[in-house]
Nanobody, 118 residues
Framework: QVQLVESGGGLVQAGGSLRLSCAAS????????MAWYRQLPGKQRELVAR???????KYADSVKGRFTISRDNAENTVYLQMNSLKPEDTAVYYC????????????WGHGTQVTVSS
């Protein structure tokens, strides 16, 4: 049984910064990937950034140069540093964990709200 718990969301003005955290607990197998997704109002969930247990990363084009994903493998925690926030970044941000153990496990947190005002 794996649980993912997000924190760090809130209300900020355009140009501001937030740092999201996600702590994973339970039986987690390696290799794995942790990621941040977001769901904009009225839109489908989309990938923001992904980091693999080996440390390599991928970013959506819309956040390159502004957001940084990192992880602490010993603590099974993933972070998302968000700088130069824009109103279009307003969304619910979800933590994701994927690993293969005979089948693909695709696990989600409950989400944290980020609101960017103009």
């Amino acid at each position: 049984q794996v649980q993912l718990v997000e924190s760090g969301g809130g209300l900020v003005q355009a140009g501001g910064s937030l740092r999201l955290s996600c702590a994973a607990s339970g039986s987690i197998y390696s290799p794995n990937a942790m990621a941040w997704y977001r769901q904009l109002p009225g839109k489908q969930r989309e990938l923001v950034a992904r980091i693999f247990s080996a440390g390599n990363t991928k970013y959506a084009d819309s956040v390159k140069g502004r957001f940084t994903i990192s992880r602490d493998n010993a603590e099974n925690t993933v972070y998302l540093q968000m700088n130069s926030l824009k109103p279009e970044d307003t969304a619910v941000y979800y933590c994701n964990l994927q690993f293969v153990r005979g089948m693909l496990y695709d696990l989600w947190g409950h989400g944290t709200q980020v609101t960017v005002s103009s």
